[in-house]
């Protein structure tokens, strides 16, 4: 199983990086899956401007950045999402990343993880969210962390300093790699099929 861990922020200084920080080392204890960290910062996407949804352009993209994030995601069969709170909903960047492509997220599981500097820890966000991959055709997991304080709960090395969040991943990957396994069961056996469009 492949896992595509986005990281939502491109700020210069952010605090996404320490949540990366810690999830992705914590990762290396799931052996049945391999983890790669996809920053946002390496794939540019302009505002998305195709004159056709990214459903009718079926993969021709006209960016060389949409073809190569295209390729990244297509290549994942589940997703873990860390994502900021800006204005009570997530970053515009990363939801001009979901925007952007279309059959490389289908029937594809997504965990999220958000984080804020206050008590609400990002849950906001993640509500909105999960509106918008359902309309993905992705499967959004229930359990998520909304990482709160995420000053005092991790350092900027991602080491936690308050709060049981290991524990927490734990759980949440384990849910999220018992859905990357069924959904990617059913869609090779779709594959075999030849049922589904794939790209
Ligand atoms: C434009 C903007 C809007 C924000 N809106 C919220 C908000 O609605 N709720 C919240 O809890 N924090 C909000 N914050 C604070 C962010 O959660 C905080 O800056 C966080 O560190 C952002 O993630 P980043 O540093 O990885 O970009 C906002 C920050 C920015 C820059």
Redesign the pocket.
Known sequence: MKIGVILG?I?E?????RVAKWVMPQLAQFKEAEFELLDLREYPLPFFDESNSPEGLKGNYSNQVAKKWSEKIASKDGFIIIA?????GT?AVLKNALDWLYYEWVKKPVAFIS????A?G?T?AVEQLRQNVIELQMAPLREAIHITY?LDSLDENGQVLKGHWNERLAKLIDELLWWTKALKDAQDNDKIKNKTLSI
Not at 13 to 17: L, V
Not at 84 to 88: A, R
Not at 115 to 118: L, N
């Open positions: 922020s700020r200084i952010r605090r996404g990086g900021p709170e800006y204005n009570h970053s984080y804020a500097p206050g609400i990002g906001r995420v």
